[in-house]
């Protein structure tokens, strides 16, 4: 016996949407969607922010404050974080220390998971069946132990930290206020500054949070407000990701790229509908796609411009409106 299995209406349809994509993709030499979503993108396609790096980076060196990367979601706070994890390895502090760097990328994190993921990610062995304060007091211990033998001070970088559950937060808390009174006091002549910087992110609600709830730790926190992309950081974001979707990224360069099929006055609008946010630029870009697809499969042109922008914008922002 033959089954006759009909497409539906809404199969049909999505499939013809992904097709027209498929079509506008191929025209501009693209492999894929340029505006796909990455958890951890490739390197290649990070947005460059000297000035603020070097005061990320510079507050870490001086060792006189933990740090707290502020801003909305999507506003680039892994980005930075990674090009921050990136640089240390190779510097110094103002005493001469190395680095051990370690991040944690996970959130929802219970107490134990939270001690296990950041062993793990400075590289600390411990025993499965440890309890959390165990596998904490061995990470404290080996950190000593690699700053008085090693010269190496340890920079933890954590990201969305207030995602994770509040008795993870006991446990940083202890790393942040390392060393102890009782190490100093076996130790008073070496360890008299402290040896571990939590690096940490989140949204300014997590951060009113933490001073309300973590006040031991926010106290001796500075945070460091994410900017927005001006309208030249905008466009390389979207100039990386059309030129990595067509396999040449390798030949990008900063100061002389292509954005084809956008023009400069569609990325102007689309940066002032995202408000300099790179997740915003991505989804409204994605948008334009969509829109400028459409219009290849009628009119034979791919281009993003002016009013293909505005149109995306202004439906976006009415979303935003409704949701709210």
Same mark, same amino acid.
Not at 207 to 219: E, R
């Given at each position: 016996?033959?089954?006759?299995?009909?497409?539906?209406?809404?199969?049909?349809?999505?499939?013809?949407?992904?097709?027209?994509?498929?079509?506008?993709?191929?025209?501009?030499?693209?492999?894929?969607?340029?505006?796909?979503?990455?958890?951890?993108?490739?390197?290649?396609?990070?947005?460059?922010?000297?000035?603020?790096?070097?005061?990320?980076?510079?507050?870490?060196?001086?060792?006189?404050?933990?740090?707290?990367?502020?801003?909305?979601?999507?506003?680039?706070?892994?980005?930075?974080?990674?090009?921050?994890?990136?640089?240390?390895?190779?510097?110094?502090?103002?005493?001469?220390?190395?680095?051990?760097?370690?991040?944690?990328?996970?959130?929802?994190?219970?107490?134990?998971?939270?001690?296990?993921?950041?062993?793990?990610?400075?590289?600390?062995?411990?025993?499965?069946?440890?309890?959390?304060?165990?596998?904490?007091?061995?990470?404290?211990?080996?950190?000593?132990?690699?700053?008085?033998?090693?010269?190496?001070?340890?920079?933890?970088?954590?990201?969305?930290?207030?995602?994770?559950?509040?008795?993870?937060?006991?446990?940083?808390?202890?790393?942040?206020?390392?060393?102890?009174?009782?190490?100093?006091?076996?130790?008073?002549?070496?360890?008299?500054?402290?040896?571990?910087?939590?690096?940490?992110?989140?949204?300014?609600?997590?951060?009113?949070?933490?001073?309300?709830?973590?006040?031991?730790?926010?106290?001796?926190?500075?945070?460091?407000?994410?900017?927005?992309?001006?309208?030249?950081?905008?466009?390389?974001?979207?100039?990386?990701?059309?030129?990595?979707?067509?396999?040449?990224?390798?030949?990008?360069?900063?100061?002389?790229?292509?954005?084809?099929?956008?023009?400069?006055?569609?990325?102007?609008?689309? /940066?002032?509908?995202?408000?300099? =946010? %790179?997740?915003?630029? @991505?989804?409204?870009? #994605?948008?334009?796609?969509?829109?400028? &697809? +459409? /219009?290849?499969?009628?009119?034979? =042109? %791919?281009?993003?411009? @002016?009013?293909?922008? #505005?149109?995306?914008?202004?439906?976006? &922002? +009415?979303?935003?409106?409704?949701?709210?």
């Amino acid at each position: 016996m033959t089954i006759a299995i009909h497409e539906s209406a809404l199969i049909r349809h999505f499939n013809t949407r992904k097709e027209v994509l498929r079509a506008w993709e191929e025209r501009i030499g693209a492999r894929f969607s340029p505006f796909r979503g990455y958890k951890m993108p490739d390197s290649r396609l990070y947005i460059e922010w000297p000035e603020f790096l070097d005061q990320l980076v510079d507050l870490i060196l001086t060792n006189e404050r933990h740090i707290f990367l502020r801003g909305p979601v999507g506003s680039g706070k892994s980005t930075l974080m990674l090009l921050a994890l990136r640089d240390l390895p190779t510097l110094a502090d103002r005493r001469g220390n190395k680095f051990v760097t370690g991040y944690v990328g996970m959130t929802g994190l219970y107490e134990k998971q939270m001690a296990a993921a950041i062993s793990d990610s400075l590289r600390i062995k411990y025993r499965r069946s440890w309890e959390s304060s165990q596998i904490v007091e061995a990470v404290a211990q080996e950190s000593v132990r690699r700053y008085i033998q090693e010269n190496s001070r340890t920079a933890l970088f954590l990201e969305d930290v207030a995602d994770n559950q509040e008795s993870a937060f006991h446990k940083l808390r202890y790393l942040a206020d390392l060393p102890t009174q009782e190490m100093k006091s076996d130790y008073p002549d070496v360890l008299d500054e402290p040896i571990i910087t939590l690096i940490m992110s989140g949204t300014a609600i997590y951060w009113n949070a933490m001073l309300s709830f973590l006040p031991q730790i926010a106290d001796r926190t500075e945070p460091l407000d994410v900017p927005p992309f001006d309208d030249q950081k905008a466009k390389e974001f979207i100039g990386r990701r059309i030129y990595y979707a067509q396999g040449r990224i390798d030949s990008f360069n900063p100061d002389n790229f292509e954005i084809y099929p956008f023009d400069d006055a569609a990325v102007e609008i689309i /940066n002032e509908a995202a408000k300099g =946010n %790179p997740r915003d630029i @991505r989804m409204l870009s #994605r948008g334009c796609q969509q829109v400028a &697809a +459409e /219009n290849f499969r009628r009119r034979d =042109n %791919p281009e993003v411009d @002016r009013e293909i922008a #505005r149109l995306v914008s202004e439906a976006y &922002a +009415e979303l935003l409106r409704e949701v709210r």
